[in-house]
């Protein structure tokens, strides 16, 4: 049985399924609904909404961004309104997944000028085509303050290495992009692989750190011996 209801056409379930085939407990779905995060169902009879397959790919979606993802309600609601918009550019979709894993923390400091003037022409020198407002600019520059503060001023090499990881991984993002077709599905990844795209990046560099360090630091097993 199918109906529609503005949110496309659908196989009806009821809200308890809707949780179950989301994977979320009925308590978060309901927390996502108050929070007008995911769309009304279709109301059948006076006590009764029924939902469909969209909703589900849009609870899962919402939870990916909250729990995983660790955005705000509001920026989720950002995200998903522009993922709504059946006419919003791509660029759009990436401009608002960046600026809402961007959200300004409580007591996050300012990055200062020095740093945000040497993370610019790092991008400059690689010929990055980035616009003044990215919010990498000053993520990466409290970063440099931060470790300039315990003494480590990163040379031209670091900085460098580090570049030529982000480069490589953006390569994989925009590359996974062009398997899909649908423009819905590309502004979907988009968004959700920037989102996760930044806990993947830094559990794979905390893997490859510990294998790092068994190879410039290795233990000594003789200490453990008696």
Known sequence: MARENGYGYYRIVRVSELSRQ??????????YQREGLVPEGLR????????GTAHVARVRLIRALL????????????????????????A??????????STPRAKESVASAESRDRVRLLAESLG??????NPGTGAAARALDGLHAIGFD?????????????????????????TLQ???RIAELMVVGTVLGDPLFAGLRRLAQEDATHHLFPVDQRRDQP
């Open 22 to 31: 989301a994977g979320v407990p009925l308590s978060a779905l309901k927390f």
């Open 67 to 90: 729990d995983t993802g660790g955005l705000s309600v509001s920026a989720t609601k950002s995200v998903l309104g522009v993922l709504d918009a059946a006419d919003a550019p791509l």
């Open 182 to 184: 649908e423009t819905d």
């Open 128 to 133: 990055w085509n980035t616009t003044a407002d």
């Open 154 to 178: 990163a040379p031209p090499e670091y900085l460098r290495a580090y570049a030529a990881a982000a480069q490589a991984a953006a390569a994989a993002d925009l590359h996974a992009l062009t």
């Open 44 to 51: 059948s009879s006076t006590n009764q909404v029924d939902y």
């Open 92 to 101: 759009e979709a990436f401009h608002a997944a960046q600026q809402a894993m």
